[in-house]
Nanobody, 121 residues
Framework: QVQLVESGGGLVQPGGSLRLSCAVS????????MGWYRQAPGKERELVAA???????NYADSVKGRFTISRDNAKNTVYLQMNSLKAEDTAVYYC???????????????WGQGTQVTVSS
């Protein structure tokens, strides 16, 4: 059984910062790319940032220069540092992990439960 547990969401004023964390646990053989997605009300889920197990990163244009994704491979944890937050960043943020697990054939994709980020004055 693989679990992704997210933390760090909340309410912040425009221009403020938040740091999201996502810890992956369970019978993991190999943890590959990890990413953060978000979904605002009435909108589709979109990729915010992703990072490979080698540290190569990819960002949505809307967050470049403001958000930073990182990971601690020893802790199977991915982080999203969000600075200069704007109202349009308000959404539920989901962690995603691509991995292989013991007893399961092939690459699997898992999602966290989501954490609410609200940017408002």
């Amino acid at each position: 059984q693989v679990q992704l547990v997210e933390s760090g969401g909340g309410l912040v004023q425009p221009g403020g910062s938040l740091r999201l964390s996502c810890a992956v646990s369970g019978s993991i053989v190999r943890l590959n790319t990890m990413g953060w997605y978000r979904q605002a009300p009435g909108k589709e889920r979109e990729l915010v940032a992703a990072i490979t197990n080698g540290g190569v990163t990819n960002y949505a244009d809307s967050v470049k220069g403001r958000f930073t994704i990182s990971r601690d491979n020893a802790k199977n944890t991915v982080y999203l540092q969000m600075n200069s937050l704007k109202a349009e960043d308000t959404a539920v943020y989901y962690c995603n992990a691509e991995l292989t697990a013991y007893g399961v054939v092939g690459i699997q994709y898992y999602w966290g439960q989501g954490t609410q980020v609200t940017v408002s004055s």
